[in-house]
């Protein structure tokens, strides 16, 4: 089965700091993404990653930063934390782009 | 933009009933996905529909894709308490991304 594994379920932290989400798969996924899900609005993608390295703005970047040096790791970092950045993050990867999308089970993020 | 609306936003029915949900757009989509998510975990992939007026059979489960492929429904027959979750469908243009619906729901009562 495939594993993602991110690191932290519960995280609080206050306005203005520097977080940091990590994302890990453990099935050699070429893609990985990063989501934000709030209460009606389902999930909307802030980046995406094809390969090592490379990275692309989804549909909510601003904020946001992401970062993959390796291949099984997608890092999202929160560059100065602001309250209507508290959501669930789930980070997800997949192996082409014609197959499902695994995600982890998510961190549930207050800024308080 | 939400490009995939999803209704009834919330749905809550007896054990043994039968529901529809449905998965709307404006945009055509190359393929149509169903997850469920139940509650602290991640969405996990129900189906996959490619063609205009595919219907796929998981157990109880009946998924269509709309004739134009804008669209999509989800169908439990006689739902049991296991079937509790958010209900998401997910259009992808066959690139990277996928769409993801505002999500149903559902919860079934015992």
């Known amino acids: 089965d495939v594993k993602v594994t991110q690191s932290s379920r519960y995280l609080v932290k206050r306005t203005g700091e520097k977080v940091f989400l990590e994302c890990v798969q453990d099935?050699?996924?070429?893609?990985m993404f990063w989501y934000r899900q709030d209460p009606g609005l389902g999930l909307r993608l802030i980046y995406f990653s094809y390969d090592v390295k490379m990275k692309e703005k989804g549909d909510i970047p601003e904020g946001y930063s992401v970062s993959r040096e390796k291949k099984e790791r997608f890092s999202l970092i929160l560059e100065s934390a602001s309250t209507n950045q508290t959501s669930m993050y789930l980070c997800?990867?997949?192996?082409?782009?014609?197959?499902?999308?695994?995600f982890g089970d998510g961190t549930r993020l207050s800024i308080l | 933009t939400q490009l995939l609306e999803q209704s009834p936003q919330f749905l809550s029915i007896q054990e043994g009933e039968n529901l529809t949900v449905y998965c709307n757009s404006s945009?055509?989509?190359?393929?149509l996905q169903w997850y469920r998510q139940e509650p602290g975990e991640g969405p996990v992939l129900l189906v996959t529909v490619v063609t205009g007026g595919e219907v796929k059979k998981l157990k109880r489960l009946t998924f269509q894709f709309g004739d134009a492929r804008k669209d999509s429904s989800l169908h439990i027959t006689a739902a049991q308490p296991g079937d509790t979750g958010l209900y998401l469908c997910a259009g992808g243009k066959g690139n990277e991304k996928l769409t993801f619906g505002t999500g149903t729901r559902l919860t079934i009562i015992p």
């Open positions: 997800a990867s997949r192996t082409g782009f014609t197959q499902p999308q695994h």
């Open positions: 099935m050699d996924h070429e893609n």
């Open positions: 945009s055509v989509f190359s393929s």
